[in-house]
C-alpha cells in the first residue's frame, strides 16, 4: 500500500499472558494488520531477557513488522496522584513543584522517577489553582523492563501507562455531549489478573483512576480453588468459557460446585459495577458533567461470559466491550492502544504534513 507505514509493536506484558498488536497506518486510516495472545512461561514473574527474546521470535513467526515496541509500564508500580500547584499566571515552575509534591507524598526521592502530568477540566467549584492529573514511574522499575526487552532485542520506544493507552483506543469512538452541550464522563475499566483498574474520562482528558487489586482475577480464581476446593484448570474454564450465561449443557448441569463458582463469579461482577458506580458518580460530581456516557470494558475479564451484562446492572451504566476491532477481544484492547502511541516529534512532523 502506497504510502502507508506501520505503528510500533504494542507490547502488554501481563501477569499470565503477553499481548502484542501492530497497526498499518495510510490515508484510509489505520488497520489492525498483526495481533497476538502469548501465555507466559512464568506467569507473575518479571519479564526477562531470555522471556524477551522467545516472545520477539514468536512475533516474527506471526507477521508483526521490526522491533520497535511500546510497552505498558507494570499498572502495580505506577505512582499516581492529583494535586494543586499554584495558577499558571504566578509563574511558577510548576513541572518542578509537581515532581516534589508527587515524591513527598509517595516516601520517594524527586530524582527517582519519572513523571508525566497534565491539567484536569476546571471544576464544579471555582478555585484560583492549577488541578493536575500526575502518573509517574520509578526510574529502577523502568530500568529493569527496559533491560529485559532490550535485552531480548527489542527496541523500546516508550514505556506508557496502559490506563492511557486504553483512553487512546476508547478516543478513536467520538464522545458525546447532553442537550445542555456538557461533556458526559465516560468510564474506563481493566479487568486484569492483579486488579481492577477503573478510570474516568472527561471528554478526552483522563480525570480519575484507581486499581484495586482485591478485585482482580487472580483473586477471584484464589476464591474457586481455596474456597471451593475446585481444581486450578476447571476454576479458570468456569470463569473464561462458562461464567454468568444462563444456557448450560447438560453436562456442565451436573457438575458439582457449579453453582457455587457462578455465585462467585457473580459478587465479583457486583463488587466491580458497585466501584464503576461510585466512580462514575464521584467525576460527575466533581466536574459538574450532564451525566455519564457509558463503560467501556477490556483485559481478559472483559469476556467471560456475562460478566458485562452483570457489570451494567450494578453499575447502572450502558456497559459494553472495548476492543480494536470486530475481530478481535478486549484483551487485546491495551496492546491495540499501546501501539498508536505517538512521540512528540512524531505529533509535530505530521501537524506539519
Known amino acids: 500500500m502506497i504510502g502507508a507505514r506501520t505503528t510500533p509493536i504494542g507490547l502488554d506484558i501481563g501477569a499470565r499472558r503477553v499481548k502484542a498488536a501492530q497497526w498499518t497506518v495510510s490515508r484510509a486510516g489505520a488497520r489492525l494488520t498483526a495481533a497476538t495472545c502469548i501465555d507466559r512461561a512464568s506467569p507473575g514473574a518479571a519479564p526477562t531477557a531470555e522471556e524477551a527474546a522467545l516472545i520477539r521470535a514468536v512475533l516474527d513467526r506471526q507477521g508483526f513488522t521490526g522491533s520497535c515496541v511500546v510497552t505498558g509500564a507494570p499498572s ?6 492529583v494535586m494543586e500547584l499554584p495558577p499558571r499566571s504566578s509563574g511558577a515552575p510548576l513541572d518542578h513543584i509537581a515532581r516534589a509534591e508527587l515524591a513527598r507524598t509517595n516516601g520517594l526521592p524527586a530524582g527517582a522517577m519519572e513523571m508525566a502530568w497534565w491539567e484536569l477540566p476546571p471544576g464544579s467549584r471555582a478555585v484560583e489553582g492549577t488541578h493536575v492529573f500526575a502518573v509517574a514511574l520509578r526510574h529502577a522499575d523502568a530500568d529493569a523492563m527496559l533491560d529485559a526487552l532490550e535485552g531480548g532485542g527489542f527496541e523500546v520506544r ?20 447532553d442537550a445542555a452541550g456538557q461533556r458526559l464522563v465516560r468510564g474506563l475499566v481493566d479487568l486484569g489478573a492483579t486488579g481492577a ?14 486499581t484495586l487489586g482485591e478485585l482482580g482475577l487472580s483473586a477471584l480464581h484464589e476464591r474457586l480453588v481455596g474456597s471451593l476446593r475446585i481444581e486450578p484448570d476447571v476454576a479458570a474454564l468456569v470463569v473464561s ?8 449443557t447438560e453436562e456442565q448441569r451436573g457438575w458439582q460446585l457449579l453453582d457455587e463458582a457462578r455465585a462467585a463469579i457473580a459478587d465479583y ?5 458497585s466501584e464503576i458506580r461510585a ?3 464521584y ?3 466533581r466536574y459538574a458533567s450532564g451525566g455519564t456516557e457509558g463503560v467501556l470494558l477490556a483485559g481478559g475479564g472483559a469476556d467471560a461470559p456475562g460478566v458485562a451484562a452483570r457489570i451494567e446492572r450494578a453499575a447502572e451504566a450502558p456497559v459494553r466491550t472495548l476492543a480494536a476491532g470486530a475481530s478481535h477481544g478486549p484483551a487485546l484492547a491495551c496492546a491495540a492502544g499501546l501501539a498508536l502511541w505517538t512521540d512528540a516529534a512524531e505529533r509535530q512532523e505530521r501537524a506539519a504534513a
Do not use: F, M
Open 158 to 177: 516508550a514505556l506508557d501507562a496502559s490506563l492511557l493507552a486504553l483512553g487512546r483506543l476508547a478516543l478513536r469512538e467520538p464522545s458525546v455531549e
Open 279 to 281: 466512580s462514575l458518580a
Open 76 to 81: 502495580s508500580r505506577l505512582v499516581t496522584g
Open 283 to 285: 467525576a460527575a460530581r
Open 269 to 273: 461482577a457486583d463488587a466491580v459495577g
Open 241 to 248: 468459557k462458562i461464567g454468568l450465561d444462563a444456557e448450560l
Open 197 to 210: 483498574t477503573i478510570a474516568v474520562l472527561h471528554g478526552q482528558t483522563l480525570v480519575y483512576q484507581r
